[in-house]
């Protein structure tokens, strides 16, 4: 039987935390991939196999060590609809990959959601934790961890030269990927981000904007992570990646101050027109939501809107995406009526808060 | 920045490719991207870094084809997978492909990441013999600095730990 406690509210618990440097970094998330040696990849095993592999991993979630990391809820993605994986998506508690085009898939997600395990994804295992704000090293640690207690019960697909060996061969060697996803309005309104962004890729890290259903990077989002997975240790890439995003704090810091010392009345009279279409729109389509969202959560950050805890932003980030909109109404939108409903939803979250 | 492929929508995905140590920017809308099939896993248009990739593996395969093994004949003896599928679907079948492809792997993981060997975390329990020989290495290193720096007392020390460890290897 599926657990669907985490498409009942759109609330992480990390969404509700602030986390460090939570203004401008959103969250920190850690993967790593890992294969048991005695099968065939998920792309080219069987079915037998493939439920080989879960009775494998199964066995090893009774390790009572695991229990520090509270209780695991398995969910069979053979036996979610396609609506509750949409949203488990929207989450980012599982790989659109697993949702989509997995065998035998299944994700085991802690109560707090920071950790959740995804068997037969292109890998058997993946181990995924997730937190609020900046805290890469914290997520490495802790998926490390639950990585060593797998590995006492299983035995992995490992070579002395290559590592850890996946399916695919941009995650050889350490099949770590650790990405940062940050919020970058004033760089890209004082016209740097792009400099900075190329800057980025060139020491060996990716950067992508989030998107949603149209094709622009929406709401000045970007998630900056590790293109390299060999050759380099996991603290090498941890301690790259964490100075890399660092120092991009630092330039959207100081693009923040001159914004404000330079054109504040310009700022004020963007972040304030935003914040009255959010309060005030009949409809809104979900590329103008993820603008005016990221203008109000800036208003917010410097000081020129109160009265709204920024984890209302948090929260509205994930419940104006189409599965969580589509259950909010209780599965009553007709097409064509995303954008009224949407509209509502901000209208209500905000007003609430407004009280 | 505008997208350089064509000029016309703003750029919105940046990256780098890395060729032989050479990294080479890119700078495309999303369209011109998906085009390409350069985009990177997890966006929408799914999972077509494959594509980038095995656009790289068919020009390896074209490049040593002329000199070596035909791909077509180059197969995994454990899971049936050919070099020439693997450079189609740029994902291996089975942990033994990275064995039986091994001599073609070294220009492609350079490519992808600069680099050939794993210097990273090591399986606590299979890793021991990996970690003694990794200790060896650092001796080894430190032995001939010592040399170099005329310090023979410490030389010798070292050469001492590192026979011990040796040792330990061909016992087990
Ligand atoms: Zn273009
Ligand atoms: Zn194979």
């Known amino acids: ?355 | 920045m505008l997208c350089q492929e064509c000029g016309k929508r703003p750029a919105s995905l940046h990256f780098s490719k890395i060729v032989n140590g050479d990294k080479s920017e890119y700078h495309l809308c999303e369209a011109c991207a998906r085009e390409k099939g350069e985009l990177i896993p997890g966006t929408s248009g799914g999972f077509s870094i494959h594509n980038l990739l095995s656009g790289l593996l068919n020009f390896e395969a074209v490049e040593q084809g002329k000199r070596t093994v035909n791909p077509e004949s180059l197969r995994c003896e454990v899971c049936g997978m050919t070099y020439s599928q693997f450079s189609k679907l740029g994902r291996f079948g089975c942990s033994s492909c990275y064995k039986y492809f091994n001599n073609r792997l070294d220009p492609l993981f350079k490519r992808v990441h600069g680099s050939t060997v794993h210097t990273g975390k090591v399986p606590l329990r299979v890793g021991g013999e990996i970690k003694t020989k990794r200790q060896i290495e650092t001796l080894k290193r430190r032995l001939q600095d010592s040399i170099d720096h005329e310090e023979f007392e410490t030389a010798a020390q070292l050469r001492d730990q590192i026979r011990e460890l040796e040792r330990q290897i061909t016992e087990h």
């Open chain 1, 1 to 355: 039987m599926n657990d669907l406690r985490f498409t009942e509210q759109p609330f992480s618990h990390w969404m509700r935390t602030a986390g460090n440097e939570s203004e401008i970094v959103i969250s920190s998330r850690v993967r790593i991939a890992r294969n048991l040696q005695k099968h065939p990849f998920p792309l080219l095993a069987t079915n037998q196999h493939l439920e080989e592999v879960q009775q494998e991993l199964r066995q090893v979630l009774k390790d009572p060590r695991l229990k520090a990391y509270g209780v695991l809820h398995p969910i069979q993605l053979s036996e979610t609809d396609d609506l509750n994986k949409k949203m488990l998506v929207e989450k980012h508690l599982i790989s659109p990959s697993l949702a989509n085009e997995s065998r035998n898939g299944a994700v085991y997600i802690s109560e707090d959601e920071s950790l959740s395990i995804m068997v037969n994804e292109e890998d058997h295992l993946r181990i995924q934790c997730l937190y609020p704000g900046f805290q890469i090293k914290e997520a490495w640690e802790k998926a490390s961890a639950v990585d060593d207690i797998f590995e006492d019960h299983v035995t992995y697909a490992f070579d002395d030269k290559r590592g850890y060996l996946t399916s695919c061969p941009t995650n050889v060697g350490t099949g770590l990927r650790a990405s940062v996803m940050m919020h970058l309005p004033a760089l890209v309104l004082t016209q740097q981000i792009n400099r900075i962004l190329s800057a980025v890729s060139q020491i060996g890290l990716t950067v992508r904007g989030i998107y949603g259903e149209g094709s622009e990077a929406m709401g000045n989002l970007f998630q900056i992570s590790n293109q390299i997975t060999l050759g380099q240790s996991e603290a090498e890439i941890i301690d790259n990646l964490r100075s890399v995003v660092l120092q991009i704090i630092g330039h959207e810091k100081a693009a923040r101050e001159r914004l404000m010392s330079e054109s504040r009345l310009r700022v004020t009279d963007r972040v304030m027109r935003s914040f009255g279409i959010l309060s005030y729109a009949a409809v809104i389509d979900s590329k103008e939501a993820a603008q005016r969202l990221s203008d109000v959560r800036l208003g917010i950050n410097l000081g020129l809107i109160d009265g709204i805890a920024p984890q209302t932003m948090n929260e509205l980030m994930v419940l104006t995406q189409p599965g969580f909109l589509y259950k909010s109404f209780n599965g009553k939108i007709e097409a064509g009526e995303m954008d009224m409903y949407r509209a509502k939803l901000i209208r209500q979250k905000l007003g609430k808060s407004l009280k």
